[in-house]
C-alpha cells in the first residue's frame, strides 16, 4: 500500500511538471489540451473593500479565539492552564524564547554528535520573534504580543491576498478564497504563536506587487518572505513564472529579438531578491555558531527530519498511517490530513491548470513537493494552509459551485474547531 501511494505520487507529479513545462516553453505539439481557457476580468478594489474583507478577517480571528476559550473549558474541562498558555504548545515555546532573549535564550546539552549548549532554536527562522519583540515594546507581555503580531499579520495578509486575486479574477472570486483560507482545517495556526500568519503576509504582498509588476516592492515582499519560512524562497517561482510571460522572454530568445530580451533583463534582479532573505538566515546561523548551515545539523540531530525525495516521503507517510504502534488520534489529526491535503492538491491542479496562470499552479506544485520532501511530516497541513495559490485555485472553483463553497464553509470550519482544540489542549500531536 505505502509503495503503491508512493509510485503514484511520482507519477502524477512527473505528468504535472511535463505539462507545465509544455505550457511555459509554449510546445505547439501540446495542441488544444494545454491550451489557456482562463478568462476572467479583474476588478480593482476599493478603500470600502479592504475595510471589509479587514473587518471579517479581525472579527474571524476574534472568534476563533472565543471558540478555542469556551472549547477548552467547557469540553476539555482545562483549569490549571492559563488562555495564554493554551496557545503556548509545541514550537510556540521556541518562538517565545528567540522573541525574549534571541537564539541563545533556549540551550539543551547531550545532543547526539554535537554536544552540550545547543542553541536548538536556529531551526527557527527570525521574521515572526524579530515582529513579536518589536510588538512587545509596546504591549509589554511576550505572550500577547505573540497573539497580537499574529492577529496583525493575518489581517494584512487577508487584504492583500484579496486585492491581488481581485486583480486577477474578480471580487467575487476573491472574496471565496480568502474565505476558504480562512476557514482551512489548519487555519487556526494563523491566530496562534507561530510564523504561519507572518509567512502568510509577506507571500500576498509579495504576489499582489508582482500582479501590479512593482517588480521592487516584490523583491523586497519576496526577501522578507525568505526570512519567515526556509519555503519563503519558493515565492521566486511566481515572481519568475510572471516576468518570463510579462516580457515575453522565452519567445523573444526563439525569435532572437535581443533588444527586447536585454530590455526584460533589468527586471530580473528583483526576481532573484527573496534569496537575499534565505542568505541573511545563513547568516543568523554563521554569527552565532561559525557554520552557516547549522540549522540543517539540528533538523536531524534535534528534530529527527531530513530531507527526502517525494517518494520516499510518501512511503513513510503511509507506513506511519498504517503502523500498529500509531495512536488513532494521531491518525485522524496528522497521517490522514497530510496524505489527503497531498493528492487532493495534485488533483486539484491537474483539473483547473487550464484555467489559471502558470504561474499560479507551478507556485504551488512546487511549494507542495518541497514542503512534503521530509523523511518525518508531521506539519504539512500546517504548511499547506499558506499555500496562497491553493485557495485561490479553490475559489475559482467555487464561484460555479455554490453548494461545493457552502460544504467546504461548514467542512473546514469543523475540522478547524476540532484540530484547535487537539493543539491547544496539548493531548494530541498536532503541531
Request: net charge neutral; with cysteine.
Amino acid at each position: 500500500m505505502s509503495y503503491f501511494a508512493g509510485v503514484m505520487a511520482l507519477l502524477l507529479i512527473i505528468v504535472l511538471v511535463a505539462i507545465m513545462v509544455c505550457r511555459v516553453f509554449g510546445i505547439k505539439k501540446a495542441g488544444t489540451l494545454l491550451e489557456f481557457k482562463g478568462k476572467y476580468k479583474g476588478e480593482k478594489t476599493c478603500g470600502k473593500d479592504i475595510l471589509a474583507i479587514g473587518g471579517e478577517a479581525l472579527f474571524l480571528r476574534i472568534l476563533m479565539y472565543l471558540v478555542c476559550f469556551l472549547l477548552l473549558r467547557l469540553v476539555y474541562m482545562i483549569e490549571d492552564q492559563t488562555f495564554l498558555e493554551w496557545w503556548t504548545k509545541w514550537d510556540a515555546t521556541n518562538y517565545i524564547g528567540i522573541a525574549e532573549g534571541g537564539y541563545s535564550e533556549i540551550k539543551i546539552d547531550d545532543v547526539v554528535n554535537m554536544g552540550n549548549d545547543i542553541m536548538q532554536t536556529l531551526v527557527f527562522l527570525p521574521l515572526y520573534p524579530v515582529l513579536v519583540a518589536g510588538i512587545n515594546f509596546i504591549v509589554g507581555d511576550v505572550y500577547v504580543s505573540a497573539l497580537v503580531t499574529s492577529t496583525i499579520c493575518f489581517v494584512t495578509g487577508a487584504i492583500f491576498m484579496y486585492m491581488a486575486v481581485a486583480k486577477i479574477y474578480g471580487k467575487s472570486i476573491a472574496e471565496k478564497a480568502v474565505t476558504l483560507l480562512s476557514v482551512f482545517p489548519f487555519a487556526f495556526y494563523y491566530g496562534g504563536m507561530l510564523p504561519e500568519s507572518t509567512f502568510f503576509m509577506v507571500t500576498a504582498i509579495c504576489i499582489y506587487f508582482t500582479i501590479e509588476r512593482k517588480w521592487l516592492l516584490a523583491g523586497i515582499a519576496g526577501a522578507f518572505c525568505g526570512i519567515a519560512r526556509l519555503q519563503g524562497v519558493l515565492v521566486i517561482a511566481f515572481m519568475g513564472i510572471e516576468w518570463l510571460q510579462e516580457y515575453n522572454v522565452i519567445d523573444n530568445m526563439f525569435k532572437k529579438e535581443w533588444k527586447s530580451f536585454v530590455a526584460s533583463l533589468k527586471k530580473l534582479p528583483f526576481v532573484f531578491m527573496p534569496f537575499l532573505g534565505t542568505i541573511g538566515y545563513l547568516i543568523v546561523n554563521y554569527a552565532y555558531t561559525k557554520d552557516a548551515f547549522y540549522f540543517m545539523k539540528l533538523q536531524h540531530n534535534i528534530w529527527g527530519h531530513g530531507f527526502a525525495d517525494i517518494y520516499h516521503a510518501m512511503v513513510n507517510l503511509v507506513n506511519n498511517l498504517l503502523s500498529n504502534e500509531t495512536d488513532i488520534k494521531i491518525v485522524f489529526a496528522v497521517w490522514i490530513p497530510q496524505i489527503v491535503i497531498f493528492f487532493g492538491v495534485l488533483v486539484l491542479i491537474f483539473c483547473s491548470f487550464k484555467r489559471h496562470r502558470d504561474s499560479i499552479s507551478i507556485y504551488l506544485l512546487i511549494y507542495l513537493i518541497i514542503s512534503y520532501s521530509t523523511d518525518f511530516l508531521i506539519s504539512g497541513g500546517r504548511y499547506m494552509s499558506a499555500a496562497i495559490p491553493l485557495f485561490i485555485i479553490l475559489g475559482e472553483m467555487c464561484e460555479k459551485k455554490p453548494l461545493v463553497y457552502k460544504w467546504l464553509v461548514i467542512t473546514g470550519v469543523s475540522l478547524m474547531i476540532i484540530l484547535m482544540g487537539c493543539h491547544c489542549s496539548g493531548y494530541n500531536m498536532v503541531t
